[in-house]
Antibody, heavy 118, light 106 residues
Framework: QVQLQESGPGLVRPSQTLSLTCTVSGGYINSSDYYWTWIRQHPEKGLEWIGYIFYTGSTYYNPSLKSPSTISLDTSKNQFSLKLRSVTAADTAVYYC??????????WGQGTLVTVSS | EIVLTQSPATLSLSPGEGAAFSCRASQSVSDYLAWYQQIPGQAPRLLIY???NRATGVPARFSGSGSGTDFTLTISSLEPEDFAVYFC?????????FGPGTKVHI
């Protein structure tokens, strides 16, 4: 069973870059079984899909996001990463990595809270 | 993008009671709708996909129905572990979007 674990700083200054990593265990990130994806959840609010990366390197980003983002793969470490640039307080959220298959988010990491504050 | 609305926002019930709550889409999503359960402090868990298919390990007391723009998640008899927030999500159009959730509490 594939398991995912997010890691990264819990505090980011405004206008800086938020960087998170998802470590995949129990499976290979260069598998075609899943799209590797990031989702965030604002405090007491709903869920927002950030985007995905496929093992080929193809990506998709939610055009509704205000902060530009980049998702990348590191196959040597079986990890994928998220970078969100020029963050503001509105980017404060719990960030989840998850697998996307068949259009649905099947497996999730436990989530990591990132606060944007000076 | 497709906007999903859920009602009611909160539902107060007791163990053993049945529950039904709604997800409405701003345009047709065919049957491409899923439901997730989120227990406080945990990540969401996929319950139902493509309107009515239970994900692996999901008890039979959970069922989904609907099509087009109107969908319902039904829990036949609430167990203590079912008190949680339930989100719907559509995969008909990009970007995939979620509803704001229905909180089921005692």
């Amino acid at each position: 069973q594939v398991q995912l674990q997010e890691s990264g700083p819990g505090l980011v200054r405004p206008s800086q870059t938020l960087s998170l990593t998802c470590t995949v265990s129990g499976g290979y990130i260069n598998s075609s079984d899943y799209y590797w994806t990031w989702i965030r959840q604002h405090p007491e609010k709903g869920l927002e899909w950030i985007g995905y990366i496929f093992y080929t390197g193809s990506t998709y980003y939610n055009p509704s996001l205000k902060s530009p983002s980049t998702i990348s793969l590191d196959t040597s470490k079986n990890q994928f990463s998220l970078k969100l640039r020029s963050v503001t307080a509105a980017d404060t959220a719990v960030y989840y990595c998850a697998t996307l298959g068949g259009g649905y988010f099947q497996l999730w990491g436990q989530g990591t809270l990132v606060t944007v504050s000076s | 993008e497709i906007v999903l609305t859920q009602s009611p926002a909160t539902l107060s019930l007791s163990p053993g009671e049945g529950a039904a709550f709604s997800c409405r889409a701003s345009q047709s999503v065919s049957d491409y709708l899923a439901w997730y359960q989120q227990i406080p402090g945990q990540a969401p868990r996929l319950l139902i996909y493509d309107t009515s298919n239970r994900a692996t390990g999901v008890p039979a007391r959970f069922s989904g129905s609907g099509s087009g723009t109107d969908f319902t998640l039904t829990i036949s008899s609430l167990e203590p572990e079912d008190f949680a927030v339930y989100f719907c999500q559509q995969r008909a159009n990009w970007p995939f979007t979620f509803g704001p959730g229905t909180k089921v509490h005692i």
